[in-house]
């Protein structure tokens, strides 16, 4: 059975808040283990906070949203802005020498670490991140 | 959801003591200025036990990046303490554990600072 919902949201801090703890009600609710369920908040909380920060840059005109879905086989969350749009080849590595020591420039890096699929999708304008995790066969009846 | 930081002396380092989640906004700008506030004062032995730390993002790394470089830019050092297994995973994840002087023993890591 297909489980959805979705939330359009303001650029805030709460907003991320608030998207991380749906991340963690889906992952629980899938029969996520612990570790799986930290990975999945903490992919989707750095999603939300691209889309806030780097997206939108907080302007209370444009807004984020967020879905979140279970098909049975795999749980698929959407996170989008309104901003500018994230070109992912131009992003740094942050496992360079160079890189290592920067104080930022990880968020996308853990997500693609913690997830089985990160796709990028510019929407002209704004960027809609999709976070695919597959299930395993005791997840799936979970 | 916020972070809390208390500060000890011993033997010439400072301890902070973190508990809670190093996050966008409240958490990394608290640790951001506290650290700012020992160098300022001339403190740049600096030990964080991040023992009770039970979640750190992408922001909080870079905070524990920016504070490690900024002691190090001033001639003292930053050093981690009592990582718990998520913290100590993500560093691993992101090639920190090797950048960071990490102990596990609180007597150890105050002996090892150069500067005391």
Do not use: C, W
């Not at chain 1, 889906?26 to 750095?46: C, H, I, P, W, Y």
């Not at chain 1, 049975?72 to 020498?97: E, Y």
């Not at chain 1, 693609?112 to 999708?121: G, L, P, T, Y």
């Amino acid at each position: 059975m297909v489980s959805r919902f979705s939330y359009t949201l303001d650029s805030s801090l709460d907003s991320v808040n608030k998207v991380e703890e749906a991340a963690e009600q889906l992952a629980q609710k899938s029969g996520l283990d612990e570790d799986q369920t930290f990975q999945l908040t903490m992919a989707v909380r750095e999603a939300a906070v691209n889309a806030v920060l780097h997206g939108n840059a907080y302007d209370p005109e444009k807004k984020i949203t967020a879905s979140f879905e279970n098909n049975g086989s795999s749980l698929i969350i959407r996170i989008s802005d309104q901003g500018n749009g994230l070109d992912p080849a131009t992003l740094p590595d942050p496992l360079a020498p160079e890189n290592l020591l920067s104080g930022s420039g990880r968020g996308i890096f853990l997500i693609r670490s913690f997830m089985d699929e990160v796709h990028f999708k510019l929407l002209h304008p704004g960027t809609e991140l999709t976070l695919v995790k597959h299930l395993d066969s005791t997840q799936k009846s979970a | 959801m916020s972070m809390k930081i208390s500060t000890r002396q011993v033997d010439g380092v400072t301890i902070l003591d973190l508990s809670g989640r190093i996050t966008l906004g409240e958490g990394s700008v608290q640790l951001r200025n506290a650290v700012r506030e020992l160098l300022g004062k001339g403190s740049k032995d600096i030990l964080l036990n991040l023992a009770d730390v039970n979640y750190i993002d992408s922001s909080g790394i870079g905070e524990l990046v920016s504070a490690f470089t900024a002691a190090r830019n001033q001639g003292g050092e930053l050093k981690l303490l009592k990582l718990t297994k998520k913290v100590h995973d993500l560093l691993q994840i992101t090639k920190l554990y090797t950048v960071f002087d990490i102990k596990d023993d609180e007597a150890e890591a105050i002996a090892s600072f150069s500067h005391k």
